[in-house]
C-alpha cells in the first residue's frame, strides 16, 4: 500500500507528512508539494512496530528532474558511533529492501559500526524517470503496483529515520545531498539509473553493485540476465557482486553467491521473471552483510580502497548451499528465506 501522509493520526503503524517550504542542508529551497494519505499495511515482513510515529517532510526541486526527497524531521533514536562506517544504498523492489533490512539489522546490533546515512530509490510512477522501467524487472510487474512498491522503500527509511530520494542521481542537486551523506560505501540492488565517477569513485571503500548472473562468464549483461539463462538453457546462476563503473555491469567482479537452482523439479523455468528473482535475489542480504564485514575489516586495520575478493562459497554455510540447489518454484517465496548471517545475532 502507498501511503504519503496527512497530519490526522492514522492507525498503528503510520507516519505524518509534513509537505512544508523548508530546504534540505545543502540542498536548494524545495517547492512545496502537497501530501495524499493512505494507510500502512500492518505487519509488513521487515517494517515491524513503528512507536512513535516519525514525521517527515516530501520535498522538491526542480534540480532532481523528476522524484521527491523524503527527509525526515525525527532522529534517529540509537546513538550511532562518530567512527560508524557510513553505508548509501541505490536499492527499490522486494530485493533491494532486502538489502535495507539487512543493514538496518546490523545496525541495530553493532550500532557503534554502521550506519545507514541514505538511500535512493527508483521512481517508477513519473513519466518523466529515465530508469528503464520497459526493460528491467518493473516491467514483470503489474503497473498498478508500482506506486506501492516505492512507498514500501519510503516508508521503510522513514522508520528507521534516514532519507530517502527518488529522483535523478546525474545531477548538481543530489551531487550536494551525496557529499553530505558523506558515504564510505555505496550499495546498489536492483537500481535503474547509471552512474557517473563522481558517484562510484567518491567513497573511500568502493561502490557495488549486486546483479543476477555470472558476469565473470560474460553472462546476463544487463536488464535481462534471466530471459539470457533461458535462451542457453542454463540450470544455475549465481548472484554476483561487483564493483560499480562507468559502463553498466562491466565492474571487476569482487564475488558470486554459491550456485542457485533456477529450474523447476521437471527441468523447465518458472512462468515468471520475477520467480526467478526472489530464488536468486535469496542471497542478497546475506551477501551486503559480508561485503559490510569485510569493509569494516579493512577500516580497522587502518586501510581504505575497495574490496578486491570475497569467496562467499567458503563463508557461506552448507545448510544455504543446500537450499540454493532445491528447485525453483512458482508458488510462494517463503521456502527461498534464507538463515540470517552470523552477525545479525539472530535465525
Known amino acids: 500500500c502507498n501511503h504519503?501522509?496527512?497530519?490526522t493520526p492514522l492507525?498503528?503503524?503510520?507516519?505524518?507528512?509534513?509537505?512544508?517550504?523548508?530546504?534540505?542542508?545543502?540542498?536548494?529551497?524545495?517547492?512545496?508539494?502537497p501530501c495524499k494519505r493512505r494507510q500502512l499495511l500492518e505487519g509488513r515482513e521487515g517494517v515491524g512496530e513503528l512507536t512513535p510515529a516519525p514525521s517527515f517532510l516530501r520535498l522538491t526541486d526542480a534540480g532532481s528532474q523528476w522524484g521527491e526527497l523524503y527527509q525526515p524531521t525525527v532522529p534517529r533514536p540509537t546513538p550511532r558511533g562518530e567512527g560508524a562506517l557510513r553505508v548509501v544504498l541505490f536499492v527499490s523492489m522486494p530485493w533491494g529492501m532486502t538489502v535495507l533490512h539487512a543493514l538496518?539489522?546490523?545496525?541495530?546490533?553493532h550500532p557503534n559500526r554502521l550506519t545507514v546515512v541514505g538511500v535512493a530509490t527508483d521512481d517508477p510512477v513519473d513519466p518523466a524517470a529515465k530508469i528503464s522501467v520497459r526493460k528491467r524487472l518493473w516491467s514483470e510487474v503489474p503497473s498498478e503496483q508500482w506506486s506501492d512498491l516505492k512507498a514500501q522503500v519510503v516508508e521503510a527509511c522513514m522508520a528507521i529515520g534516514i532519507p530517502c530520494y527518488t529522483g535523478a542521481v546525474k545531477t548538481e542537486y543530489f551531487r550536494a545531498m551525496y557529499r553530505a551523506w558523506a558515504p564510505d560505501v555505496l550499495l546498489m540492488?536492483?537500481?535503474g539509473q547509471k552512474l557517473d565517477s563522481f558517484l562510484f569513485d567518491r567513497p573511500p571503500f568502493g561502490a557495488y553493485n549486486l546483479h543476477p548472473s555470472d558476469l565473470s562468464q560474460g553472462l546476463g549483461v544487463g536488464p535481462r540476465p534471466f530471459h539470457d539463462a533461458m535462451e542457453r538453457g542454463l540450470g544455475t546462476m549465481p548472484l554476483v557482486l561487483h564493483r560499480v563503473a562507468e559502463e553498466i555491469d562491466r565492474g571487476a567482479v569482487v564475488?558470486?553467491?554459491?550456485?542457485?537452482?533456477?529450474?523447476?523439479?521437471?527441468?523447465?523455468?518458472?512462468?515468471?521473471?520475477?520467480?526467478?528473482?526472489?530464488?536468486?535475489?535469496?542471497?542478497?542480504?546475506?551477501?551486503?552483510?559480508?561485503?559490510?564485514?569485510?569493509v569494516l575489516d579493512r577500516k580497522g586495520q587502518g586501510q581504505q580502497g575497495c574490496?578486491?575478493?570475497i569467496d562467499f562459497s567458503s563463508v557461506m554455510p552448507e545448510s544455504i548451499k543446500k537450499i540454493l540447489l532445491l528447485p525453483a518454484t512458482n508458488g510462494g517465496k517463503e521456502g527461498y528465506r534464507l538463515p540470517d548471517h552470523p552477525s545479525l545475532g539472530r535465525n
Open 4 to 7: 504519503f501522509f496527512g497530519v
Open 11 to 33: 492507525p498503528r503503524p503510520s507516519f505524518l507528512c509534513h509537505s512544508m517550504a523548508m530546504a534540505a542542508p545543502a540542498l536548494q529551497s524545495p517547492t512545496e508539494s
Open 104 to 109: 538496518q539489522r546490523y545496525e541495530e546490533v
Open 189 to 191: 540492488h536492483c537500481f
Open 255 to 294: 564475488g558470486a553467491s554459491p550456485p542457485v537452482n533456477i529450474q523447476l523439479p521437471d527441468g523447465s523455468y518458472p512462468t515468471s521473471v520475477v520467480k526467478f528473482m526472489e530464488k536468486v535475489g535469496s542471497t542478497a542480504a546475506w551477501m551486503s552483510v559480508q561485503l559490510v564485514e569485510e
Open 307 to 309: 574490496v578486491e575478493r
